[in-house]
């Protein structure tokens, strides 16, 4: 899709003074309905579920003998939730986790499974009650896909086969017998494996030159019964780096089939001090979208180099971590990255999605971070309890536009605001999605003015626009375990080609 975005004279006395601006936004949304951009790749909504914190343990796995009602373990309120939101794909058993995580230990009897420490995330203790067979449960029970990544960075070439080997094969192997033992007759299906996480920095901090060529030897040796093939993923860059992008894209040659990237939005983009989750004022409110506004120019830097590395278009560019990110709260392990979550997450989630739409040439898979308790989470639960974040109402409207056909739109839009920074103040998305339909996504960045949008739709004056807004009255609005409904989504219509969008909010609605 193309935007371009245009700047209010009104705004710019704005900026130059460093007020605020006060008058509404003026919006053009121009689209030829008949026009069709790249297929949104389902998958662009896929989740993630390390073994960290309590985003297994607890939030989705709580054991067959538990009180909280289960089905083989996991949590039956909690997977009906997800089951709702409509879950692609799930990315496991991590993140920096996955480069310690030795698979042997998580099949077999539960009780001879060894118990580690998890290094990474709190020095806890790993029970490897949930292993492969009960996270292709978990896929099985949220009818999701799977994207395995792979132990490159403490693990052998023999390991990573002999898994793939147990997980694939349909031979009468000691391994792929192993597999029938433990209760699994048919080869499980894998869509995604990653050779490494991060392999520059927990994954091993390695040099790209020096990941490309166990790169290449890891993945030759992962061998597969014809037809089982998973897509492979290069462990990529992250940020502002596009050297990995590079490296990976111009010297692996073959088994590779897209490029992993990570971004992290930290309210003020410092790791020490990243900012509170939800006790924070409309500066740091801009700050975090500002942040997370980045990933445009993020993406558009890497798929440059994908274009001049692979003009044929075969590696897609895999964001397989991104979401918010902020100071944990004080009574919790800090290892444990549980977090709040806003209406200001809401925003940031929707400018994301709208970003990726964008670049779906190339962007087919995604993952947020992380799916229960964990970072930017969909589900945050409390003994037996749960509820459903800003993030999650985001995640269910935006359903609509997994493997829709996006349609290239014209958004012109006035900015928003703060110091010498300016961002659009409205993004947005269409497609028509697998059934026919149209749909529109807008956000209003700007907390405090409505947006003004005019639809030119063919020069069409006569639509209707029917769905939901999710808003709030506050910033930092948040749904708590005493009141689960403060942020959440509402009816939207309208019969005008003519529609104010109030501020701070998201809007996804059919075009009629
Ligand atoms: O998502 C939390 C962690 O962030 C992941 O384990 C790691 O890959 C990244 O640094």
Redesign the pocket.
């Known amino acids: 899709m193309n935007y371009r975005f245009i700047k209010a004279s009104l705004l710019s006395v704005a900026l130059s003074t460093g007020m605020a601006s006060a008058a509404p936004h003026q919006v053009t949304v121009t689209a030829d309905l008949e026009q069709q951009g790249p297929v949104i790749n389902k998958d662009i909504y896929g989740q993630?579920a390390?073994h960290?914190g309590r985003g297994i343990y607890e939030g989705l796995w709580v054991g067959p003998d538990s009180s909280i009602p289960n089905t083989k373990g996991f949590r039956n309120d909690v997977i009906d939730a997800l089951k709702e939101m409509s879950v692609p794909l799930v990315r496991w058993p991590?993140?920096?986790?996955?480069d310690e995580y030795h698979w042997r230990d998580g099949i077999g009897a539960k009780n001879e499974r060894p118990v580690k420490v998890n290094t990474?995330?709190g020095g806890v203790e790993e029970t490897n009650a949930v292993g492969t067979h009960e996270f292709f449960d978990l896929a099985e029970l949220l009818g999701a896909e799977v994207y395995i990544n792979g132990n490159l960075g403490s693990g052998s070439v023999q390991e990573m086969a002999e898994w793939m080997e147990y997980m694939t094969s349909d031979k009468n192997s000691t391994l792929a017998n192993l597999r029938r033992e433990n209760g699994r007759e048919d080869p499980w299906d894998i869509k995604y494996f990653g050779i490494g996480?991060?392999s520059w920095?927990?994954?091993g901090h390695m040099e790209p030159d020096y990941y490309v060529d166990l790169y290449r030897q890891y993945a030759t040796f992962l061998k597969t019964p014809p037809g089982k093939k998973p897509l492979l993923v290069g462990s990529g860059g992250h940020t502002e780096d596009t050297q990995w992008t590079d490296v990976l894209s111009k010297n692996i040659e073959r088994n590779m089939d897209g490029i992993s990237y990570?971004f992290?939005t930290l309210p003020t983009s410092e790791w020490e001090t990243k900012g509170h989750a939800t006790e924070f004022g409309k500066d740091m409110w801009f700050a975090t979208l500002e942040r997370t506004y980045r990933m445009d120019e993020y993406l558009q830097n890497n798929i440059a180099i994908l274009d001049k590395n692979d003009p044929e278009g075969e590696l897609g560019f895999y964001v397989d971590?991104w979401g918010t990110?902020y100071d944990a709260e004080e009574d919790r392990e800090p290892g444990f990255?549980y977090q709040q979550n806003t209406l200001r997450d809401a925003v940031v989630t929707a400018i994301n999605l709208n970003l990726f739409h964008k670049y779906a040439e190339r962007v087919h898979m995604t993952n947020i971070?992380?799916m229960v308790n964990?970072?930017q989470a969909m589900i945050l639960t409390d003994g037996p309890d749960m509820l459903k974040t800003p993030t999650y109402h985001v995640y269910d409207m935006y359903s609509v536009f997994q493997d829709a056909t996006a349609i290239p739109v014209e958004l012109d839009t006035s900015d928003y605001t703060m110091d010498d920074k300016a961002l659009p103040a409205v993004t947005g998305s269409l497609a028509k999605s697998k059934d026919g339909s149209t749909y529109l996504a807008l956000v209003n960045l700007d907390p405090e003015n409505v947006a003004a949008i005019t639809l030119d739709l063919e020069g069409d004056s006569n639509k209707t626009l029917k769905g939901e807004i999710l808003t709030a009255k506050n910033i930092t609005d948040k749904n708590t375990f005493e009141q689960k409904d403060v942020v959440a989504p509402k009816p939207f219509e309208t019969k005008a080609s003519n529609f104010q969008l109030p501020a701070k909010s998201i809007v996804v609605v059919k075009v009629n």
């Not at 991590?94 to 996955?98: H, R, S």
Request: charged share 10%; aromatic share 20%; with cysteine.
């Open positions: 993630f390390e960290l991590g993140g920096c986790f996955a990474h995330w996480n991060e920095g927990c994954g990570h992290y971590e990110w990255l971070a992380q964990v970072l």
